[in-house]
């Protein structure tokens, strides 16, 4: 319990001074700059994710081409 206590303190207090720091020029300047680089990554992740799911329909599309295909030729 108190473990729990300590984080959501720690969170608060994490909170505070993020928004303080992103009062000044320079801390806005450094939240912009790493919310840059996290929509980078998730747009790297997503298109990665896109990719990936491309070649697997593919695949499918082709085993179930070889699957009509061997089930035709057993006929």
Do not use: C, N, W
């Not at 303190?9 to 450094?30: D, E, L, S, Y």
């Not at 997503?46 to 057993?74: C, F, H, M």
């Amino acid at each position: 319990m108190r473990g729990a206590l300590l984080l959501i303190i720690g969170i608060g207090v994490g909170f505070i001074a993020a928004h303080q720091v992103a009062r000044t020029p320079q801390g806005k300047q450094f939240f912009d700059d790493v919310d840059a680089k996290a929509r980078e990554f998730g747009d790297a992740v997503v298109e990665g994710y896109k990719q990936r799911e491309a070649e697997l329909r593919a695949a499918v599309a082709e085993a179930e081409e070889v699957i009509a295909d061997l089930s035709s030729r057993s006929k």
